[in-house]
């Protein structure tokens, strides 16, 4: 924890009202709604466009723009179609682990509020020997509503009704906690209260714009938009990496990373190397721990898309570190989150008004 930070025990609310939102890809209307509650009125100007994003601006005092994006999408389900008997089909919205949907109970958004539905499968007691070695396809598993019909089923979902897993938020051992959606509901979280923060420092020579961008899950498509129109300077995304200081990660495949050593800065062709140096320069000065990751090439991030955008965008890649990654049980340290959110407040207050990017 850095110098600056009190002890954390709990979610600060505005997390906790984000982690609560349904919000999966293509459908962030309750994430939208909890960033238009929290961060509307701290900003000079507050936009949303037709791909769902938000946009706060705080207006700087000559300086370059920077652009915060943190995604308030997440991973879920989407209901591909209803046999006779009732029984939803569906496809996947993001990247999914094919061992994780069956026995899940899911809350699938529709038009008249979220419908409770759980995953089915055939059960391990009518499988073949063979058949248990093999991880379900998709089409094996279904959505059971408690319905006995099309028709029923039909008067409470629509095709297309997205779903996503009914875990909730909790606190698993002193600052760590669980919930579906730390990815990237923390990240999103990190840029908005730094946001919040920054709104009431008058003497930045930056213009800040915080975006909480869609779509990241099917690629990176809200910070597309959202760069484009912004068209900032610089630029950093707030995402989650990979913990792994569990038993399953070697090292030497996936680099040392741990849970509660300190956000991840990136490093490598994504990520402007000035931008870099100004990260760590910032988390030092913060006395926030920090950890440093190589990235070969474009990341799955929002900084792919803002890298590239009209005549090109320094960037930076700010990384939360979690384990167990696009599951119901995602798991993240508290301290972490508040030390990204304190280093991307002593970024933006070190930006000079003539500092450039180039190299």
């Known amino acids: 924890m850095s110098k600056k930070s009190r002890a954390i025990t709990d979610y600060p609310p505005f997390l906790k009202d984000l982690l609560i939102a349904k919000s999966p890809t293509g459908h962030e209307f309750a994430a939208q709604a909890v960033i238009d509650e929290y961060v509307e009125k701290s900003a000079d100007a507050y936009t949303k466009d037709s791909i769902g994003n938000r946009i706060a601006t705080l207006k700087g005092n000559g300086g370059p723009t920077l652009m915060f994006a943190g995604h308030i999408d997440e991973i879920g389900l989407i209901v591909s179609h209803v046999d006779d008997k009732g029984y939803l089909y569906f496809e996947f919205l993001g990247g999914h682990d094919q061992i994780i949907p069956s026995g899940r109970r899911l809350h699938i958004l529709t038009r008249n509020g979220p419908v409770l539905g759980i995953t089915g499968k055939r059960a391990v007691h009518l499988l073949s020997p063979e058949d248990r070695k093999r991880v379900p396809e998709r089409h094996d598993m279904w959505i059971d509503i408690g319905v006995n019909n099309r028709a029923d089923a039909l008067t409470i979902v629509r095709i297309g009704d997205p779903a996503v897993y009914a ?58 938009v959202a760069a484009q129109s912004v068209n900032p300077d610089v630029g950093i995304a707030v995402d989650v990496g990979h913990a792994t200081d569990h038993p399953d990660a070697d090292n030497r495949k996936f680099g040392r990373f741990s849970l509660s050593g300190g956000p991840i800065i990136g490093r490598g062709p ?86 450039s990017y180039a190299w």
């Open 270 to 355: 994504n990520i402007n190397p000035i931008v870099f140096d100004h990260m760590v320069e910032a988390a030092e000065e913060a006395g926030i721990p920090y950890q440093v990751q190589a990235e070969p090439r474009p990341t799955g991030t929002d900084a792919r898309a803002m890298q590239m955008a009209n005549a090109g965008v320094a960037c930076g890649l700010l990384s939360i570190p979690l384990r167990y990654m696009h599951t119901p049980g995602e798991v993240v340290d508290l301290a972490v989150v508040e030390q990204s959110v304190e280093l991307l407040v002593t970024f933006a207050r070190r930006v000079k008004k003539k500092q």
């Open 167 to 224: 875990d909730g938020p909790e606190m698993l051992r002193g600052s760590i906690g669980v919930a579906r959606a730390f990815d990237d509901k923390a990240g999103a979280y990190v840029c908005m209260e730094a946001f919040r923060r920054l709104a009431k420092d008058k003497s930045l020579a930056a213009t800040v714009a915080s975006v909480a961008t869609t779509q990241e899950e099917i690629g990176v498509r809200g910070a597309q």
